[in-house]
């Protein structure tokens, strides 16, 4: 017989009885936790085809509306980012960075500005064209953000989310 088997015959039934509900306690939670997870997930989904079809009504890609978001949501609050941050937040190699930076200029969605302090950075800002259309989309998106964050803090108070 086992140590873990000849300690759960030593405890009263009481004790035995406290034990099984616990963890029925436990799986319980984890089923919970695995359907709010579930349906974040499914929010989420929901939220990028949405925010797909938003863009493209305002004349944006994704990726567009992506890179004007991470331009106009600069983590310093300045609403203007250089390639390598856009990279680095957007989770892309440096040169596809670029690339999306360049045709996004070529639609007339972003400007460059020479840093003062170091010639070899550009700061990238979003023209007038640009604004307009991310406010655009920006707005019309509304209610799938919060349907998400909504979708998010359910999952967060069910616990181990993920």
Known sequence: MSPKVARDKKRSPVDRAVKRKANQNRQLATVEAIRATAAFRASLRRFERTSDQIAYEHGLTPQRYLLLLMIKGAADGSERSTVSELARRLQ???????????????AGLLRRERSAHDARISFLTLTDEGERRFALAFR????????LLSALQATEDQGDGG
Do not use: F, P
């Open 92 to 106: 892309i190699a440096q040169h596809t960075a670029t690339e999306l930076v360049r045709r996004a200029e070529d």
């Open 140 to 147: 019309d998106h509304r209610s799938e953000r919060n349907a």
